[in-house]
């Protein structure tokens, strides 16, 4: 079957254009697709399939049926949104502009501006309170917040480069059922913040959109206020987050970098 490669500050996809929904995608031919020696090799898939074809019949045209690189499926996927916007506009499934875009975490408005940066309304974010990792035996406490899928945003004082990502952090598993996406961020100024993640269902990545989100979250709490626009670098770029009070906004790149014909029967 066709497929797609693209990226929002590099966290990275394989798009699967399946607009009746007959794809068989279990954990397992994700994870194959994924695997990043054996397979494509992406963060996660996005397959693209039709509200209708899935039963949801209020929602938009387009569904984003999201799925971590270890085959898991993720409510909410923030440079996935933006990712998937730009393949329907250059495969000719969307008008440029304004689109919406369902996701398991609601419908996400995007907004495809003229400089190619991609624009997504990322919803209220709730926040669930404080807890704590621990990173390689460092304690590191945190804010808990849930953009569709949950996070703990945690300030550190060092240079985020030098943390030790290697291995999954542990958080409290009563606060956080369902698993949890762990964010490092260190102020740098005004509207400035260096970050890192450790991903659910993937491990680190160069970028995550809701785990900047939750980090803008989490610094604003700390100043006691629920406004402001703040410059997020990762690994991968800069990501821009603006919270209005009310709802959360999520900018950047997205680039569509390959295609081509994946083999599923060498994959399975
Ligand atoms: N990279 C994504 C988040 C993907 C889902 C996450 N791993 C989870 O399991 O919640 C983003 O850009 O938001």
Known sequence: MRFVKGHGTENDFVILPDPDGSLDLTPALVAAICDRRAGIGADGVLRVVRSKALGRDADPEWFMDYRNADGSIAEMCGNGTRVFARYLVEAGLAAPGDLSIGTRG????????????????????????????????????????????????CAVTEPVA?????????YDTAFFPD?????LYRPLGPGRIEMRVYERGVGETRSCGTGTVATAVAAAHAEGRDEGTWEITVPGGTLTVILDGRTSFLRGSAVLVAEGELSLSSLR
């Open 179 to 183: 698993g949890v996406n762990v964010e």
């Open 106 to 153: 609601g419908v996400r408005a995007v907004h495809l501006g003229p400089s190619g940066d991609v624009t997504v309304d990322m919803g209220a974010p709730e926040v669930l309170g404080e807890s704590r990792a621990l990173l390689a035996g460092h304690p590191h406490d945190g804010l808990g917040v849930s953009m569709g899928n949950p996070h703990l945003a």
């Open 162 to 170: 030098g943390l030790d990502l290697t291995r999954a952090p542990s």
